[in-house]
């Protein structure tokens, strides 16, 4: 349920335009245009990771050819970190975030997938601009506080094991 209302609200978001407060406004990206996560896609198989991002910074982030959609590259992130391709989701992620910064979502993801990887550190960071992004992110709250317990008992400042 949640994901169709997130799945619906990005659809609408990019039929209305980006508007953030205080900036001039973006007009709506052309809802035809190729899908900009399938061409990455592609590419990461075709050529591999780095090449691929490479790739999609010169030629396909930027050009109006493609439609760029924050729930398409989220999906694409996901689907390869749920087939075991960790370095491959961060990066995905990691494009998502560059092309949607101020999307609390895209933060969240990219937590998700350096936690996955066991980059505690760097998962801390993003949860927390997911939190400062949206205060009421159930699950940046909740990675926030699981990580924070995993250095209180590696620090041994816990005197029970920690329970989430």
């Known amino acids: 349920m949640q994901n169709t209302i997130r799945t619906t609200l990005a659809v609408l978001g990019l039929a209305l335009g980006t508007v953030v407060p205080g900036e001039?406004?973006?007009p709506a990206p052309a809802l035809g245009g190729e899908s900009a996560?399938?061409?990455l896609e592609s590419l990461m198989t075709a050529?591999?990771?780095a090449e691929a991002v490479a790739e999609y910074r010169e030629t396909i982030a930027t050009n109006e050819r493609y439609h760029v959609s924050e729930t398409e590259l989220n999906a694409l992130g996901y689907r390869f970190l749920q087939g075991g391709r960790t370095s491959?989701?961060?990066a995905v992620f990691e494009l998502n975030a560059e092309a949607f910064p101020r999307s609390w979502s895209v933060w969240d993801s990219l937590a998700v997938a350096h936690e996955s990887g066991g980059a505690r550190d760097k998962a801390l960071v993003h949860y927390a601009r997911s939190?400062?992004?949206n205060p009421a992110s159930r699950s940046g709250l909740n990675g926030l506080s699981r990580l924070r317990g995993y250095e209180l008992d590696a620090t041994r400042e816990?005197?029970?094991p920690l329970r989430f």
């Open 37 to 39: 996560a399938a061409a």
């Open 24 to 26: 001039p406004q973006k």
């Open 131 to 133: 939190v400062e992004l």
């Open 88 to 90: 491959d989701a961060i």
């Open 158 to 160: 816990t005197r029970q």
């Open 47 to 49: 050529r591999g990771r």
